[in-house]
């Protein structure tokens, strides 16, 4: 009995426990339920809140906008109002003024018939004074009036005649003076020294030991620069000092600057001669370019093309009988600019066409034209004015002269070459006889290049190998003998040496 009463208490209380668990759970249930409700009415009072802030604020900018639209539409409306109002004003002008010409229309058409009535009774008055004039005299009116005009006219050609040759008697006291004061002046103002060039230069070491090694084996380092350069080495007994003799500065200063490298290194052997001459060949160039760069700078002269300013450059290892080409180049340029400021003319187009003038002198190739000529070509081709070309091809009156600038280039050219002590024509004989021999040598096929060297004495000809043969040397060398014993002349005699030189290059990579 005890034990049903036991089962049946636990029974009971399971049944009790469970019931009390479910009342836990659907309380908690409950209270999860209301704080989701909470919340969620919580998130749709913010969003509705939000929306509501939205709503107001696209209504404020809407309201904006049509604020702004209907302003803008009113000041549009004000404008066409302002406009109309000017347009009724200026028709109300057009209107007044054309009642104003139609009044003076009226006035003048009286007035004119008033006037005309008046001339009719002029014309009619002069006619019977001139009927009664041409009675008395004897003479028509046509007749009086063309003697009167031929004496009138005799008169004032008298009269010009003497006054014309007064004023040119006058102008060209005055044009003479001005002219030698212009001249006196602007020689003053551009003092220069006197620039004479010289074929040979020396060169300078620091010992006799040097000229060995610059000789080398059985004089094969001397042959090699000559061949390189062009340019006769004369080594003898004056002390610490060698001379390089060619009528080509260009020529002369290469191989200065690479005997100079060569000296300093040390290494001299035919390898190294031809790559140090290339190398100083082209460093020449790059100072050529430069040269022309900064004399343009100097001259203040703007604009110049490129290659003009190299051939600038290359005025400085030119020269104009023995007279340095680019110090003449440039004290022409100063006395043009000189001359144009006191004359009233423009003195930059003056200065570029005086530093232009004879930049025909230049060119290494020298075709057959006269150097303004060529000048002129080349400057052209550049995209040089028409006043600078006419001033360059005209400065030795190749051309007409149409411009103002081209006398005052000729005119400053005379003043810089006509100095006392400015240039040799001897020289200039010397040096083109020089490139006479080179061009009639290289003329022939075959030969790469040529050098005079001994002032002319001999004639060195480099052919060739692959075209050229042993026996073909010896005819070459006879046929440009020859050539020169009949087309040139010359003091002396000249000897031809013809090099034929074999080499075999290859390179291990």
Known sequence: MEIVYVIAGLIGGIVLGFLVH?????????????????KAESIRKDKSFQAK????????????KIKERERRMQSSEDRAKA???KLEHKLNDIKRKENDIEKIKSDFDVKYKGIELRMKELDKTQEKRVNELSKISGMSAE??????????????????????KEITEEAKLNANKEARK???????????????????????????????????????????????????IIVDDTPEAIMLSCFDPVRREIARLALHQL????????ARIEEIVAKTRKQLDEEIAETGKRTC?????????????????????????????????REVANLCATMASELGLNPKIAKRAGLLHDIGKVPEDEPELPHAILGMKIAEKFGEKPDVLNAIGAHHDEIEMTTLISPLVQVCDAVSGARPGARREIVEAYIKRIKDLESLAISFDGVASAYAIQAGRELRVMVESERVSDKR??????????????????????????????RAVNYAK
């Open 297 to 329: 700078i100097d001259l203040g002269i703007h604009g110049l093309h490129p290659e003009l300013m190299k051939m600038v450059g290359r005025m400085k290892y030119r020269s104009s009988y023995g007279q340095n080409l680019l110090k003449h180049s």
């Open 143 to 164: 007749d009086a009036k063309e003697s009167l005009m031929t004496a009138l006219v005799d008169e004032a050609k008298t009269a010009a005649m003497a006054q014309i």
């Open 182 to 232: 212009i001249v006196i002046q602007s020689i003053q103002r551009v003092a220069t020294e006197q620039a004479i060039e010289n074929a040979v230069s020396v060169f300078n070491i620091d010992s006799d030991e040097v000229k060995g090694r610059i000789i080398g084996r059985e004089g094969r380092n001397i042959r090699a620069l000559e061949a390189a350069t062009g340019v006769e």
């Open 22 to 38: 479910k009342m836990l759970l659907k309380g908690k249930a409950d209270k999860i339920i209301s704080n989701a409700e909470f």
């Open 263 to 270: 000296v300093t290194d040390g290494r001299i052997h035919p």
């Open 473 to 502: 040397a010896e005819e070459l060398s006879f046929q440009i003998s020859e050539k020169i014993q009949t087309e040139m002349t010359y003091p002396g005699q000249v000897r031809i040496t013809v090099i034929r030189e074999k």
């Open 53 to 64: 802030e939205r709503f107001l604020k696209l209504k404020q900018e809407h309201e904006t």
């Open 83 to 85: 406009k109309e109002n």
